[in-house]
T-cell receptor, first 117, second 111 residues
Framework: GAVVSQHPSRVICKSGTSVKIECRSL??????MFWYRQFPKQSLMLMAT?????????EQGVEKDKFLINHASLTLSTLTVTSAHPEDSSFYIC?????????????FGSGTRLTVV | SQQGEEDPQALSIQEGENATMNCSYK?????LQWYRQNSGRGLVHLIL?????REKHSGRLRVTLDTSKKSSSLLITASRAADTASYFC???????????FGKGTMLLVSP
């Protein structure tokens, strides 16, 4: 199967600091990974599409300088929340899909609960 | 932007009963997918139905798709307490595009 590993699962940081979240495809290559944000009891909102070897594509309203995305290899994408503030506290989830599997769903990481104090 | 709208927003049933969740969407799609999310966890893919399919089964799951009405339903038969979770539909306008998620249905199955 396709497995996506996301770390850390939980992180608490102070306002003004930066936090990096990793998303790895363990047993497949992913040229594209996706980063979502989810507020309590709400749905997933796509933040950006991470493309291996090129710049990420951000959704409207998402600050690219605040949410830095790097997709340096076919198995790793990172999301860095820079100068975090309490309003950035949320559940962040990444997903990826194995290249060529158009008739299968996407594989999601287990999510990262970010709390900014 | 959110495209899918699930109803009901919350559903509470007893073990053994069937649970039906509905999803409506607005634009043309290539496929529609259903996912499950346990509290505080990532999403697990349940089933994908393509735009040229009308019904699909997987174990206790049955999904229907009506492209003329832009709607889909997910039926879980003989529910179990372990089915307690949030269920989301997600649409993809093309095979390689991003997913747009609905608001989800929170299902509570009581023993």
């Amino acid at each position: 199967g396709a497995v996506v590993s996301q770390h850390p699962s939980r992180v608490i940081c102070k306002s003004g600091t930066s936090v990096k979240i990793e998303c790895r495809s363990l047993d497949f290559q992913a040229t594209t990974m996706f980063w979502y944000r989810q507020f309590p009891k709400q749905s997933l909102m796509l933040m950006a599409t991470s493309n291996e070897g090129s710049k990420a594509t951000y959704e409207q309203g998402v600050e690219k300088d605040k949410f830095l995305i790097n997709h340096a290899s076919l198995t790793l994408s990172t999301l860095t929340v820079t100068s975090a503030h309490p309003e950035d506290s949320s559940f962040y989830i990444c997903s990826a899909r194995k290249v060529g599997q158009t008739n299968y769903g996407y594989t999601f990481g287990s999510g990262t609960r970010l709390t900014v104090v | 932007s959110q495209q899918g709208e699930e109803d009901p927003q919350a559903l509470s049933i007893q073990e053994g009963e069937n649970a039906t969740m509905n999803c409506s969407y607005k634009t043309s799609i290539n496929n529609l997918q259903w996912y499950r999310q346990n509290s505080g966890r990532g999403l697990v893919h349940l089933i994908l139905i393509r735009s040229n399919e009308r019904e699909k089964h997987s174990g206790r799951l049955r999904v229907t798709l009506d492209t003329s009405k832009k709607s889909s339903s997910l039926l879980i038969t003989a529910s179990r307490a372990a089915d307690t979770a949030s269920y989301f539909c997600a649409t993809a306008p093309s095979g390689y595009s991003t997913l747009t998620f609905g608001k989800g249905t929170m299902l509570l199955v009581s023993p």
